[in-house]
């Protein structure tokens, strides 16, 4: 007999259609925040330059810069970028790049 392993949140469900597929493309799409804590956490341990892609009101946009203090209380980064620097929020990351 095959036993099909399903998350809680994948459980099935035959009375949705359209909002069942929307809403796996959204949890496909959810940034790797394993991989973007490691990355930040090298950034400001380790002085590495990092590109981040962030959403903002105006689109998405890539920032390029060091990681100069990750605040878990407010769940926000201070990025340093050439000459300036700018708070962003942990929900607007959505990848980061070395």
């Not at 095959?2 to 259609?17: A, E």
């Not at 590109?51 to 878990?72: A, S, Y």
Request: proline share 5%.
């Amino acid at each position: 007999m095959n036993r099909q392993h399903l998350s809680p949140l994948m459980t099935p469900d035959t009375t949705c259609k359209d909002t069942c597929t929307a809403a796996a493309v959204q949890q496909k799409e959810a940034p790797d925040w394993p991989y973007i804590e490691r990355e930040l956490t090298r950034s400001l341990e380790k002085h590495v330059k990092i590109r981040l892609t962030v959403d903002t009101p105006h689109g998405t946009v890539q920032l390029r810069g060091f990681v100069t203090v990750i605040n878990t209380y407010l769940k926000e980064i201070k990025l340093r970028e050439e000459d300036d620097w700018q708070w962003i929020r942990f929900e607007d990351i959505q990848s980061v790049h070395i």
